[in-house]
């Protein structure tokens, strides 16, 4: 049966917003020996998705990160997205699970010889089934693999640190997951954020698709 419900107006940036105090923390592997890797899963493979796609990083931060309250590029814009995206120095890497996009992770090479885990995280569908342990396991490999010679990197040196940045709006299990792989804690601080609201989630385009002329660009 199709339940018609009414759809609320979708507010601009700063609309609806929500303070929310949290802690911050970094967490930093110094050597790649450090890693405690989880038991693997049968059916997770991961992958580096290695095609820049701006509509398909959005639709996993949007479908990852929305019950965590991933709201920080709802400020990017079209242009700012595709310049993500396409950035040499940016890795983006796909767990499936039996064949299914189950959640991503983006490594970003840094100058003074760090990678950065930018984003980490698993669609809700496959939270709490075992997935999470060994897809950072996956994704803390690749990150002490991380090539700095490609081409457009440009980055002197070899990897000598992995560090990422987690805080309690993310999922309760998030610090205990890096912390059970061998992170360990650099930095914590607490601060006040204005959190939008995170359920609504919309492609910035720069064209209107219901234009028949640019309808399928
Ligand atoms: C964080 C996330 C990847 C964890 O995945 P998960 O499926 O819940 O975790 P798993 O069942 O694979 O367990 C992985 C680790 O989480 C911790 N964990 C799992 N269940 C737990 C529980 N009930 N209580 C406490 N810690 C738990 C453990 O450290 C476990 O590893 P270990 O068993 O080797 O100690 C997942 O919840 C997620 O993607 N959340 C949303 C995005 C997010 O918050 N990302 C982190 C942003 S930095």
């Not at 790649?32 to 509509?55: F, I, K, N, Q, T």
């Not at 809700?124 to 700095?148: H, K, M, N, Q």
Request: proline share 8%; charged share 25%.
């Amino acid at each position: 049966m199709h339940v018609e419900r009414e759809v609320p107006p979708l507010g601009g940036v700063g609309d609806g917003d929500r303070e929310v105090a949290l802690t911050e923390w970094t967490l930093t592997m110094r050597a790649r020996a450090r890693h405690d890797p989880a038991p693997p899963h049968p059916g997770l493979r991961v992958e580096r998705a290695r095609v820049p796609s701006y509509e398909l990083s959005h639709a996993l931060y949007s479908a990852v990160g929305v019950t965590v309250c991933w709201t920080d590029r709802r400020t990017w814009d079209y242009d700012a997205w595709h310049e993500w995206v396409a950035d040499p120095r940016l890795e983006l890497w796909i767990a499936t699970v039996d064949g299914t996009p189950a959640g991503f992770c983006e490594l970003l090479g840094h100058d003074d010889a760090a990678v950065e885990i930018v984003l980490f995280g698993l669609i809700p569908t496959f939270r709490g089934v075992g997935v999470g342990g060994p897809f950072l396991s996956a994704c803390i490999e690749a990150a002490w693999r991380y090539d700095r010679t490609l081409p457009g990197r440009d980055l002197p040196g070899d990897t000598s640190r992995v560090f990422l940045v987690t805080s309690t709006l993310d999922h309760p299990h998030a610090l205990k997951n890096y912390l059970a792989r061998g992170f360990e804690l650099e930095h914590s601080e607490k601060w006040d954020k204005r959190v939008p609201d995170p359920r609504v989630s919309v492609l910035d385009l720069p064209f209107d698709p219901r234009d028949d002329a640019r309808r399928g660009l």
